[in-house]
């Protein structure tokens, strides 16, 4: 497969079909490689190819053992990209992250030594488990897509992806995660079990040996095909329509224009960077299912990956237990589709 990227103007041309083809087969080697390695987890591939396509980060939250540092590794491992995985603890500094510098006694000066997040894919595991200095430490990383050490600005590679996990049980000792931080992750993935099938599937691969500790990924593309799948992202076509009902989605989850009965359940609705979020997906969703053009499909099918950790709740909703996909289900029904 051969990767020409071709440089677009503010008037990006319309992705033709021979365009469209390849990228459907650098796509079909990167999800068979993932689906080789991972069993089961279909909305977990789809949001993980999504950031991806959209140079955004992801939030993963489930219990443990649900796969999320192995389906890290093996897309990164797939696109031939370095992979790094960051534990977090309370004791964790931010140096630890983002690198320091060293004394260096035999030549009497300091030398930079940068951290792990200076990787193409980084595994914050248990990000809240990490005190909020270290965690604001990745602002800068995530958001400028740079570190500073020692006032010096280092560049991080491309591509560079967070996936940060978060456990939902076991909360003493952890550190919620600032709404400004949430709100710099694209999507938000809530991971559910497998099915009894999927986990006979995970036994027999152990059993006749293609998945186990000795087993890994193989690269099946290169840098410069996630490179030439970001820039026919770019170009995917997105009608006025379609974005006046992404903003209007966005709208009703704020204030009064919430609907009445879910008033009192919301404390505070998303930002326009939910907006910015929903574009950005939409268009690598559209890529991704073999158009060159989002449909309002698409922008429904991203609500709760998009919302749900942008849309905060209230008390009330969380002593009546209501869901977050509920409210965000019944906003999105209120709102007239293109």
């Given at each position: 497969?051969?990767?020409?990227?071709?440089?677009?103007?503010?008037?990006?041309?319309?992705?033709?079909?021979?365009?469209?083809?390849q990228a459907g087969e650098i796509l079909a080697a990167i999800e068979a490689s993932f689906?080789?390695?991972?069993?089961?987890?279909?909305?977990?591939r789809t949001a993980l190819l999504v950031a991806l396509l959209a140079e955004g980060?992801?939030?993963?939250?489930?219990?443990?053992?649900?796969?999320?540092?192995?389906?890290a590794s093996t897309l990164a491992t797939s696109v031939n990209a370095e992979f790094s995985r960051i534990q977090c603890t309370p004791d964790l500094l931010p140096s630890d992250i983002i690198g320091t510098q060293v004394y260096d006694p035999r030549n009497h000066t300091f030398e930079t030594q940068l951290g792990p997040v200076h990787a193409n894919f980084v595994l914050l595991d248990e990000i809240n488990r990490a005190s909020a200095k270290t965690q604001s430490a990745m602002l800068e990383a995530m958001q400028e897509s740079q570190t500073s050490i020692a006032g010096v600005v280092h560049r991080l590679p491309v591509p560079f992806m967070v996936l940060a996990t978060q456990n939902p049980i076991e909360e003493e000792g952890t550190y919620v995660l600032p709404r400004a931080q949430m709100d710099r992750f694209l999507l938000k993935e809530v991971i559910d079990?497998?099915?009894?099938?999927?986990?006979?599937?995970?036994?027999?691969?152990i059993e006749n040996g293609t998945l186990g500790r000795d087993t890994h990924a193989k690269a099946v593309v290169g840098h410069d095909h996630v490179s030439y799948l970001h820039s026919l992202t770019h170009r995917v076509y997105v009608d006025p329509a379609v974005k006046r009902y992404v903003a209007s989605l966005v709208a009703a989850t704020r204030d009064n224009a919430l609907p009445q009965e879910l008033r009192?359940?919301?404390?505070?609705?998303?930002?326009?960077?939910?907006?910015?979020?929903?574009?950005?997906?939409?268009?690598?969703?559209?890529?991704l299912?073999?158009?060159?053009?989002?449909?309002?499909?698409?922008?429904?099918?991203?609500?709760?990956?998009?919302?749900?950790?942008?849309?905060?709740?209230?008390f009330e909703?969380?002593?009546?237990?209501?869901?977050?996909?509920?409210?965000?289900?019944?906003?999105?029904?209120t709102v007239p589709s293109p």
């Open positions: 497969m051969s990767a020409e990227v071709g440089a677009h103007s503010t008037a990006a041309p319309a992705i033709t079909p021979d365009e469209l083809t689906s080789a390695r991972v069993v089961g987890q279909e909305r977990l980060h992801i939030l993963l939250e489930s219990v443990p053992g649900l796969a999320k540092t192995l389906a079990y497998p099915s009894i099938d999927q986990e006979v599937l995970v036994l027999d691969r009192a359940y919301v404390d505070m609705g998303a930002s326009p960077r939910a907006t910015v979020a929903f574009f950005q997906a939409a268009r690598a969703l559209a890529l299912n073999g158009r060159n053009h989002v449909i309002p499909e698409d922008v429904r099918a991203l609500r709760h990956g998009v919302l749900r950790h942008r849309v905060h709740l209230s909703a969380l002593a009546e237990r209501v869901r977050v996909e509920d409210v965000i289900d019944s906003v999105v029904k």
